[in-house]
C-alpha cells in the first residue's frame, strides 16, 4: 500500500485569505504545504461572484495585500475583473503555483489523536498534514431560500455568484430576489438589456453614493516612481475608517448625520413620494452593512423597473407570489440571497479530537479564540474566522492580523518541537479560554449598531447572536493577534516520539486520546511568550527553510514590491 501524501501545513480555500497564508508561510521559511481548492482556478469569491456589474465597495489602495501593493489599479473601486488578475498575479509572482492544487474539494478532514496529525480527504486523494489553516471564507455558498414551487419554474433559475453566463437577459421578465451589495450592482446593470426587471424587496438598505473614478495616468505614475504616495494613499483610507469606527460600535446616534446624507442621496433619484417610502429602512444606518452605489436609485426610478416591497413567498408556475399577494410573471429568477455564512458548510466536514464536526461543536454558535482557533480542534485555525468581519473597512486588513497570529502559532509549534520535523507537538485551545475570549467579544457587541439597530441582518445568527463582526478597530485586532499565548493552550505530545519529562505530564484530555498526551505548561514553555520567546521563534521561522528557499522568497517579495498586477 503506497504510503499517503504528507505535508507539514494544508491550506483550504484560494482566496484572498488563502494565498495570503500560502505567501506568509514562503516568508517564515516553511515550503511543505500545499493548498487545495475546489475550483479550477485561484481568486475565492472574485472568481465566483462575475455577475454583471461586480465591483468592490472598499477602495482598491486598501482592498490589496500590504506586502503587495498594486501601484496600477484602474479604478479607485475596482471592478471583479481587475481584482481576480490581482490575486492570480500574487500567486505567481510569489511562487505560490506549485503548491496549489486545483480541483481539489475537501470532503471530511478528521484529527488523528494518536499521530497528532489531521486526515484529509479530497475530491483528487487524500493527504495527512500537521497543520490545517482553513481559508474557504464566509462567502463562499451560495445560500437560495425554500421558495415552495421554485423546483417547478419552467424558467431559468440561478444566484448571483454563480451567474449564467450563456443565459441571454435580453428581452426576458427578470425577477432579482434580494437588495444586498450584490442586488444594487446588478439591478443597474442588467436594467438596460431586460423587457422587465422586477426587484422583490423584503427589507431596503440604506445606500450611499459611491464616489468611483478612473485613477489618471499620472496617479499610477506616481505610485509607481513613488511609493511612498502609494502607502500615504493607502494610509489616508485606513485612518478615515479606523476614526469611523467609534459610531459603529459605541454611538450609534452618532450616525443620524449619514443618515441624512442617504435620505438626500436617495431623493435626488426618487422623485416619487410613494416609491421613496418603500426605499426608507426603518431601522438605524449601519446595523445593514452600508451599500454603496450611485446607480441604483435611478435604474429603479426606470419606467420598466418594479419594486415589490415584499419578500418572495411561492412560486405558481412562471408566476412569483409576494407575501403582500403581489403576483409577477418572469422568465428568469436572479437571487440575491446572501450566503452561508453563521452555519458554514466547511464545518460539517472537520471532525475534531472528540469525534465531533466543527458544526456540532459551533451548534449554538460560532465562537473562535482570537477569531482563529477553536477548542477541540487542534492544530486548526481559520481565516476570517468568528467575530472578525468588519462593517466598513477592509478584510484585508483582518486578514493580514490573523496571518501573524498564524505565523507565530507556527513558530511555538517549532520551539515546542525542539526544532524538529514537526507533527510530534500540538497546540489545543482551551476551552476556557475561547469562552472567555467569546464573552469579552460580546460585550463589546451589547453597545453596537449591529445589535441595537432595529435590524435583523446576515451577521446575526439562528439564536441572534452576531457572531460575525468584530466590535473594534483594525488596529485593536491587529494588537490582540500579534502574538500567541501559550497560557490559552494546551500542548499535546505524541508518547512514543518524544516522552513528556515526568515533572510535566498531566492527565490525557479528551482531545489527546490513545497515546497523545496533554502537557501542563512547565516555566519554560510559558516563558516562550514572553520577549524572549517570540525572539527566538522569528530566528527558528528564518531559518526553517533552506539558503535557497530564503533567497528566493526575498526575490520574489522584492519583485511584488515594483511589479503591478
Known sequence: MAQREHVRVAVIGSGFGGLGAAVRLRREGITDFVVLERADSVGGTWRDNSYPGCACDVPSHLYSFSFAPNPDWPRTFSGQPAIRAYLEHVADTFGLRPHIRLGSEVRMMRWDADELRWEIETSAGRLTADVVVSATGPLSDPKVPEIPGLAEFPGKVFHSARWDHDYDLRGKRVAMIGTGASAIQIVPAIAPETERLTLFQRTPPWVMPRTDRAITAVERWLHRQLPFTRAARRGLLWGIRELQVSAFTKRPNQLGLIESLAKANMARSIKDPALRAKLTPSYRIGCKRI?????????????????????????????????????????????????????????????????????????????????????????????????????????????????????????????????????????????????????????????????????????????????????????????????????????????????????????????????????????AETAVTTTAGTAAGTAAGTTAGTTAETAAGTAVEAAAEESAA
Open 291 to 523: 451599500l454603496l452605489s450611485s446607480e441604483y436609485y435611478p435604474a429603479l426610478a426606470r419606467p420598466d423597473v418594479d419594486l415589490v416591497a415584499s419578500g418572495l413567498k411561492e412560486v405558481r408556475g412562471s408566476v412569483l407570489v409576494a407575501a403582500d399577494g403581489t403576483e409577477t410573471e418572469a422568465d428568469a429568477i436572479v437571487f440575491g440571497t446572501g450566503f452561508h455564512v453563521t452555519d458554514m458548510p466547511i464545518a460539517d466536514r472537520v471532525v475534531g479530537a472528540e469525534g465531533r464536526t466543527l458544526a456540532d461543536a459551533w451548534k449554538d454558535g460560532m465562537q473562535a479564540l482570537r477569531g482563529a482557533t477553536a477548542a477541540g480542534f487542534p492544530n486548526w485555525m481559520t481565516i476570517i474566522g468568528p467575530n472578525t468581519g468588519l462593517g466598513n473597512s477592509s478584510m484585508i486588513l483582518m486578514i493580514e492580523s490573523q496571518l501573524n497570529y498564524m505565523a507565530d502559532y507556527l513558530r511555538q509549534l517549532a520551539l515546542l518541537d525542539g526544532g524538529g520535523p514537526g507533527g510530534r507537538v500540538a497546540l489545543a485551545a482551551r476551552p476556557s479560554a475561547v469562552n472567555q475570549w467569546n464573552r469579552h467579544v460580546q460585550a463589546r457587541m451589547e453597545r453596537t449598531v449591529w445589535n441595537t439597530g432595529g435590524c435583523t441582518s446576515w451577521y446575526l445568527d439562528a439564536q441572534g447572536r452576531n457572531t460575525t463582526v468584530w466590535p473594534g478597530t483594525t488596529g485593536e485586532f491587529r494588537k490582540e493577534t500579534r502574538t500567541v499565548d501559550l497560557s490559552e493552550y494546551e500542548v499535546l505530545r505524541v508518547r512514543d516520539r518524544e516522552p513528556a519529562p515526568a515533572a510535566a505530564a498531566a492527565p490525557a484530555t479528551a482531545g489527546a486520546k490513545g497515546t497523545a498526551k496533554a502537557v501542563s505548561e512547565t516555566a
